[in-house]
C-alpha cells in the first residue's frame, strides 16, 4: 500500500514542478470552481501523512519477532491491543456513545457523610481529629499529585481513617482530570465490606452509573435499560459497561487490575482505555504477592507514563515498591506529617507486640513450633479472663484445627457453647432466608442464657460463603445496623468473643479484639492484624502474640512455610528477615510497642528485602513484560493457588434452593447470587454446571457437604 502511494506522490510532485497551472484549471472546471490545484495537494498530503504513520506502524509490529523490541513496545502492544478490543465490543454490544461515560459520585456526600459522625470524647476525639486532618491533608495535596508523573503516598496507621482519606483524594483527582476512580482492594471480604460503605455514604447502587463492584464473585452489571445481548461477544451492554470500569467509581480486585494490565485477555482489554487519565487508588499494596514485586513497578509506570493516570499507594505497611522499584518514577506523601500518626501511637498505645518463644529464639532453620492443644488452652485461659480473643492463622486447615482445640477445651468446661455459624443455619433451616445481624446477636444472647456460658465461638475462611462471612462481622462489630433499643454488636459487650479465622479478616476489615494470636507471617501481615485489636483505644492496652503454629496434621508443612516460606523455611527472605528485624527491636522480654511496630520495623523489614543481595520478586516475569513476551505473560497469575480451585456454589436459602437447583443455569443467574460463591475444592456436590467457558460445582449448603461452622467440606 505504501508503494503505490509513493508511486502517486512522484506523479503529484511531478504536475507541480511542471504544469501546475494545468492542474488547477482542469479542477476548477471539474468543480465549478469551488476546488484548485492547491486544495487538492493539501487534502492528498494529509491522506498521506496518517497513511504512512499506519503503515509505518503496522511494519514496526510485524517485523518485531525478527528482533529485540525496542524500550516501550510492551505498552505499545497493550495500548493497540486493548482500544482496538474496546472499539470492537462497545460496537458490536450495541453500547451507544452516551452509554461509555459515568457519574462520580459526590464528594459532598463524603463529606456530609464524615460531619455527621459522633466526634466522641478523650482520646476518641483527638483520634478522630487527626482522621479528618489525614482527610483534609491528602485531598489538598493530590492537587499537586495530578500535576505530576509522581505516585501518590498515603501512609497511615490502621484505623486513622484510610478509606475515606483515599476515596477523598481519589475523586477530588478524578473531579480534576474530568475522568473516573478505579479503587482497588486485595480481598473480595473487604471489597464487600468496603462496597457496604459506599452506598450508604453515596446513596447509590453497585448498578448504577456511578458505581459498579467488580470481582471474580460479584454480579457485575450497570442498568442501562436494555436487555440485550449479544451472544459473540457473550456480554450485555449492562454486563460490558461495568466490566469495562465506565462506572465513575469502580471497586475491583489487585488481581483485576494487574492481570488485566499484563497481557490482558479479550474480556479484561476492554477495561484498559477507561484508564486514560483515570485515578486509581491501590489500598493495601503490601498483599501485592512477592512474585510480583518487580512487575507492579513497571505496571505502575504504564499506568503514569502512557495512560496519564493518576496512582496513590495507600497503606499502614508501605512496601516501598515504586521507591525500589523504579528507576523511572518518583512518590510523593500526601500526608503532611506522618510522625504525628505514629506520636499518637506512642502517647496512647492500643497494643503490645509480643513474640512467643517459638519466634523469640534465633536458632537458625531449626525452629520451634507450638502444638495445637497447647495453643487451644492458651486462648482459652485468655477468654477466662474476659477477654475477646482473635486467631489468625496461615491456612484454612490450621485454622480449622486450631478452632477444633479451642472449642473442644471450652465444652469441656462449661455445658454447651454457642456457635455464630450453628445460630445462622439452624434459623435458615426454620425461615429459609438469612437472618440479619440484629436477629443473630439476639439468637445468640438468648443461647448464652439457656446455656448459662459466657463465650461465643465464630470461624471465618474462604470456605465459608461470603454472604455468611459479611454477617457473622456485622453481628460482631457493626454499629450502623439496627435500633437503639436494639443488642449491641457482641464485640461491645461484657460476653467474650473468641473467632479464629485465616487471613481472611487481615486487612480492611472493621472488627476489634483485645488479644490477637497471629501465626507467624512476614512484618506486614503481622502489623495488620494487629490491627483487628483495640480499634477504639478502649479499656487497657492490648496484646498481639506472635507465634509459630505447628503442621495440623503432624507433617512437615509448617502453615508459616506453607504460605510464606515453601521448602527453604527461614532461609528463605521474608520470614528470614522477619525474624530478624522483629528481634532487633524486641526488648529483653520479646515484647515491641505499636509505634515502632508500624514504622521503624517495616521500614527496616523492606530495606532488608530491597537494599540487600536478596533481589526479591520474579525476574523472568519481569523479563517478559520488558519482552513483550505475551505468551509467557498469558499463564501468569497473582495467586497461582485459587487457580486450582473450583467455582463452588453453595446454595443455602430457599430462593438459592429455587433458582440454582431446580433448572439449567445461565450466567445471569449464578451472577445475581454472589454472596453463594465459594472458590474451593470440595470434596463431593450436587451437580456440575457449565456456562461459557466457566464451571461451577452445585452443592446444597443444608446437607453434610456443608459444615455449618467451616463452610465446604
Known amino acids: 500500500m505504501k508503494g503505490t502511494y ?22 476548477r472546471e471539474a468543480t465549478d470552481g469551488s476546488g484548485s490545484w492547491e486544495g487538492f495537494r493539501e487534502w492528498y498530503d494529509s491522506r498521506i501523512e496518517s497513511t504512512d504513520g499506519v503503515h509505518d506502524h503496522l511494519v514496526y509490529f510485524a517485523q518485531m519477532g525478527k528482533g529485540t523490541p525496542r524500550e516501550g513496545y510492551y505498552a505499545d ?4 491491543w486493548t482500544a482496538l478490543k474496546f472499539a ?48 483534609q491533608d491528602v485531598t489538598k495535596n493530590v492537587e499537586a499529585l495530578v500535576e505530576s508523573d509522581d505516585v501518590g503516598l498515603i501512609t497511615l496507621p490502621t484505623g486513622f481513617g484510610k478509606t475515606y482519606a483515599g476515596l477523598s ?32 455514604v453515596f446513596g447509590t447502587s453497585p448498578y448504577s452509573r456511578s458505581f459498579t463492584l467488580h470481582h471474580h464473585l460479584s454480579n457485575t452489571y450497570t442498568g442501562l435499560g436494555d436487555r440485550y445481548t449479544d451472544a459473540e461477544i457473550g456480554r450485555s451492554p449492562g454486563a460490558l459497561h461495568a466490566e469495562s470500569w465506565l ?126 492443644p497447647t495453643a487451644g488452652s492458651q486462648i482459652s485461659d485468655t477468654v477466662q479472663d474476659g477477654n475477646d480473643v482473635l486467631a489468625v492463622c496461615n491456612t484454612r486447615a490450621s485454622a480449622e484445627e486450631l478452632y477444633q482445640y479451642v472449642y473442644q477445651t471450652a465444652r469441656a468446661d ?45 470461624y471465618l475462611s474462604g ?100 504460605i510464606h516460606g515453601g521448602d527453604g523455611g527461614d532461609a528463605l527472605p521474608l520470614l528470614r528477615e522477619t525474624g530478624n528485624v522483629l528481634r532487633r527491636h524486641a526488648t529483653e522480654d520479646g515484647s515491641i510497642d505499636e509505634s515502632t511496630m508500624v514504622s521503624d ?33 498469558a499463564g501468569e497469575h497473582m495467586i497461582d493457588d485459587i487457580e486450582s480451585y473450583d467455582d463452588v456454589v453453595a446454595c443455602l436459602t430457599d430462593e438459592e434452593h429455587r433458582n440454582l437447583l431446580t433448572y439449567d443455569l445461565s450466567a445471569r443467574d449464578i451472577g445475581e447470587h454472589p454472596g453463594a460463591q465459594v472458590n474451593t475444592d470440595p470434596d463431593t456436590w450436587e451437580d456440575e454446571v457449565s456456562v461459557g467457558n466457566s464451571r461451577y460445582l452445585l452443592l446444597d449448603a443444608r446437607s453434610a457437604s456443608y459444615d455449618p461452622v467451616f463452610g465446604v467440606r
Not at 474530568?178 to 462496597?195: C, G, N
Request: with cysteine; glycine share 6%.
Open 414 to 458: 462449661e455445658n454447651a457453647s454457642v456457635e455464630l455459624g450453628q445460630l445462622l443455619h439452624d434459623y435458615v433451616s426454620k425461615a429459609g432466608e438469612l437472618p440479619n445481624p440484629v436477629q443473630l446477636r439476639r439468637f445468640a444472647l438468648d443461647a448464652v442464657a439457656e446455656k448459662d456460658t459466657a463465650s461465643i465461638y465464630a
Open 247 to 372: 462506572s465513575g467509581l469502580t471497586l475491583t480486585t489487585t488481581v483485576q487490575l494487574f492481570e488485566s494490565l499484563t497481557a490482558p485477555t479479550a474480556r479484561q482489554a476492554t477495561r484498559i482505555p477507561s484508564l486514560q487519565e483515570a485515578v486509581v487508588v491501590i489500598d493495601e499494596p503490601q498483599a501485592i504477592p512477592e512474585d510480583w514485586w518487580q512487575i507492579v513497578p513497571l505496571l505502575v509506570n504504564l499506568l503514569v507514563s502512557i495512560y496519564d493516570a493518576t496512582v496513590i499507594l495507600m497503606t499502614a505497611t508501605q512496601p516501598g515498591l515504586v521507591k525500589y522499584g523504579s528507576n523511572d518514577l518518583e512518590t510523593q506523601e500526601l500526608t503532611d506529617d506522618t510522625d504525628q500518626y505514629t506520636d499518637f501511637l506512642a502517647e496512647h498505645p492500643r497494643v503490645t507486640y509480643r513474640l512467643h518463644d517459638t519466634v523469640q529464639e534465633n536458632s537458625g532453620d531449626k525452629y520451634g513450633v507450638l502444638d495445637y
Open 6 to 27: 509513493q508511486r502517486v506522490s512522484k506523479q503529484f510532485d511531478d504536475i507541480d514542478d511542471k504544469v501546475p497551472m494545468r492542474a488547477d484549471r482542469i479542477i
Open 601 to 633: 520495623t517495616v521500614v527496616d523489614f523492606y530495606e532488608s528485602l530491597f537494599e540487600g543481595p536478596l533481589d526479591p520478586g520474579d525476574e523472568q516475569l519481569a523479563a517478559a513484560v520488558e519482552s513483550a513476551s505475551m505468551s509467557e505473560l
Open 463 to 562: 470456605d465459608v460463603r461470603p454472604n455468611d462471612r459479611s454477617l457473622i462481622i456485622d453481628t460482631l462489630y457493626n454499629e450502623d445496623v439496627g435500633d437503639s433499643d436494639d443488642p449491641n454488636p457482641l464485640l461491645d459487650r461484657d460476653e467474650s468473643v473468641v473467632l479464629i479465622s485465616t487471613s481472611v479478616v487481615e486487612a480492611g476489615v472493621d472488627i476489634s479484639f483485645d488479644t490477637v494470636f497471629r501465626d507467624y507471617a512476614p512484618i506486614p501481615n503481622i502489623v495488620q492484624s494487629g490491627g483487628r485489636c483495640n480499634r477504639s483505644f478502649g479499656g487497657e492496652t492490648g496484646n498481639v502474640i506472635v507465634w509459630r503454629l505447628d503442621d495440623p496434621n503432624d507433617g512437615n508443612n509448617i502453615p508459616s512455610l506453607v
Open 169 to 200: 483524594a481519589g475523586l477530588r483527582a478524578a473531579n480534576i482530570n474530568d475522568s473516573r476512580l478505579v479503587y482497588v482492594l486485595p480481598y473480595t471480604s473487604i471489597l464487600d465490606q468496603t462496597a457496604r460503605e459506599i452506598q450508604s
Open 88 to 135: 470492537d465490543q462497545t460496537a458490536a454490544s450495541g453500547l451507544k456513545q452516551d452509554d461509555l461515560n459515568g457519574t462520580l459520585p459526590d464528594r459532598i456526600d463524603l463529606d456530609n457523610h464524615i460531619n455527621d459522625l459522633d466526634g466522641g470524647e478523650g482520646i476518641l476525639a483527638d483520634l478522630n481529629q487527626l482522621r479528618d486532618q489525614a482527610r
Open 77 to 80: 502492544v497493550i495500548r493497540l
